[in-house]
């Protein structure tokens, strides 16, 4: 359930991703500049109290409605990107595993190519120091943050695709003896460094962009302090900028708070970095503009996150397919093919809804809700099932037959106490944050008073119910199929053998003993 929630709105976020590599092949860059207004005087009002990257992000790709009541019109651009996501998806899951294991090789190996690309050029920007200063500096008041905890959470599981039902699949398809535990510490361990690696050239742009547009500011200001006292150019400099400041606030007061200069500080506009969507299609997106070669870097990383999105799709659909051919919904006689190709067209259908003009706002509510807390109810769930239900000591065992080692006493003290204990505090940590105020959004508003600041406003009542039936649908799903195979359980032992005691014997005997070894 959670695999295909998340399907639903992660290929739209591809859909975008399509149609930014798409427009990158223009000179300039589409997002670079703003258009002309309607009767080519000047330029878009929009866009020119906000930005061009902005107003083509908005505007141009999701033309986006000031409300989320306001459901708009379906955007063709969209539905075409859309239906070209989904043909992608499925021709590399046309017959489940056989056809991903191959498109992964790309998928998973090309990002880290681009990179590396992306590395290079991003330590040799200006700015690239404090980019990498600011990644590495502790902000202790931001851990205090319950908030902060809570998303470091929901990227780890998206991050290893924990309770999505990928890894099982995956894992269904490993010989008997294979070790297991050697392939979670590797997965777990590449994870970790890969996010690092990735997290250098993101913030050595990032802090490009930063010293950018901190330069910028200076500059302004430098231009308005050299017209009002009319000093020569370049007497003012940025590295003597803060002396001339002291000097002229000291002396001329009054003419310099006439000025209005803004206040330039390089760790606010380090600050302004932003995550999720913000980051991929406005802060980098910028970035991108103010780099020589603009157009190519573009390509490049586009290309690049549709390979990454892809890659997780690979999962996420392999989490239904594999269950779902494994129940034999259909007759075995049935294709993969035709499997994979209703579940594609199925997810089409219902992905429409994030091509309308308040699409965003769901795909929000569905990346907020369906892939934050059912992650940890399942999780938990698994958990206790395993160690509680199953049986720890039989799972050890199971572990021990499949690599030949027994289990270190790590791993039982973290499956009995540690593990469940954190996912319970994180979930606790949910539900508080969410009764401190209602559910409400940010609404992208060209009429609201303080544009081009977004407009927060609370989600409607109706909204707000299906905020909580998608949190809870993945979640009630494991208490009803569990109450289902208990029933039916029961039903079978009421029902009269007809198993011969000699072969009933047999079985009993069988039961008693663990995996054969070798």
């Not at 200063?133 to 695709?161: E, G």
């Not at 993969?336 to 429409?352: H, M």
Request: aromatic share 14%; with cysteine; glycine share 4%.
């Amino acid at each position: 359930m959670v695999s295909i929630l998340v399907s639903l709105f992660y290929n739209t976020v591809l859909t975008w991703v399509m149609w930014y590599f798409i427009n990158s092949f223009q000179e300039p860059l589409p997002w670079s500049v703003c258009p002309l207004n309607e009767n080519r005087t000047g330029f878009n009002e929009e866009c020119y109290e906000s930005t061009a990257v902005n107003y083509f992000w908005y505007r141009k790709t999701l033309n986006i409605t000031p409300d989320i009541a306001e459901s708009g019109t379906f955007q063709w651009w969209l539905i075409l990107c859309l239906a070209a996501c989904w043909a992608i998806v499925y021709l590399c899951t046309i017959r489940g595993i056989e056809t991903t294991g191959k498109a992964i090789y790309v998928t998973a190996i090309f990002p880290y190519l681009v990179l590396t690309i992306f590395l290079i050029q991003g330590l040799t920007l200006p700015g690239a120091t404090e980019g990498l200063i600011y990644l590495f500096t502790p902000k202790l008041n931001t851990l205090k943050n319950p908030r902060v905890w809570l998303d470091a959470a929901t990227q780890i599981f998206f991050s290893l695709s924990l309770a999505f039902g990928g890894l099982i699949a995956f894992a269904s398809y490993n010989p008997e003896k294979n070790d297991c535990e050697k392939d979670a510490v590797t997965v777990a361990i590449v994870n970790s460094m890969t996010s690092l690696y990735a997290s250098i050239p993101v913030f050595s742009v990032l802090g490009f962009k930063a010293t950018t547009a901190y330069w910028d500011c200076l500059d302004r200001n430098i231009i308005h302090i050299i017209n009002e006292f009319d000093l020569p150019e370049e007497s003012i400099m940025r590295q003597n900028y803060t002396s001339w400041i002291s000097f002229l606030n000291s002396s001329y007061p009054e003419k310099i708070a006439g000025l209005k200069l803004k206040s330039c500080d390089l760790q606010e506009f380090l600050d302004q970095s932003v995550s999720g969507t913000g980051l991929a299609f406005i802060v980098f997106t910028q970035a991108i503009i103010l780099m020589p070669g603009s157009q190519a870097w573009a390509i490049l990383f586009f290309i690049m996150l549709f390979s990454l999105g892809l890659s997780s799709m690979f999962g996420n659909i392999e989490g239904v397919f594999t269950p779902l051919l494994e129940l034999q919904i259909l007759p075995k006689s049935a294709p993969k093919e035709l499997l994979s190709g209703i579940i594609c067209l199925i997810s089409f259908l219902i992905a429409l809804c994030f091509t309308l003009g308040s699409g965003s706002y769901w795909i929000d509510i569905f990346d907020r809700y369906a892939a934050s807390v059912p992650l940890l109810v399942i999780a938990f769930f698994e958990v206790i099932g395993v160690v509680y239900i199953y049986k720890i000591k039989r799972f050890s065992e199971d572990v021990e037959w499949m690599t030949g080692r027994k289990l270190s006493l790590f791993w039982q003290i973290t499956w009995r106490f540690i593990s469940p204990l954190l996912l319970l505090i994180v979930f606790m940590a949910f539900v508080t944050l969410q009764m401190q105020k209602p559910p409400s959004y940010t609404a992208w508003n060209p009429k609201y008073e303080g544009f081009p600041m977004k407009e927060e406003k609370v989600y409607p009542p109706w909204v707000q119910a299906i905020c909580v039936l998608l949190a809870a649908l993945p979640c009630v799903c494991v208490p009803l199929v569990a109450l289902f195979h208990l029933v039916k359980q029961k039903r079978r032992s009421k029902e009269p053998s007809l198993v011969p005691p000699e072969v009933s014997f047999c079985q009993g005997a069988n039961s008693n003993f663990s995996h054969p070894k070798e």
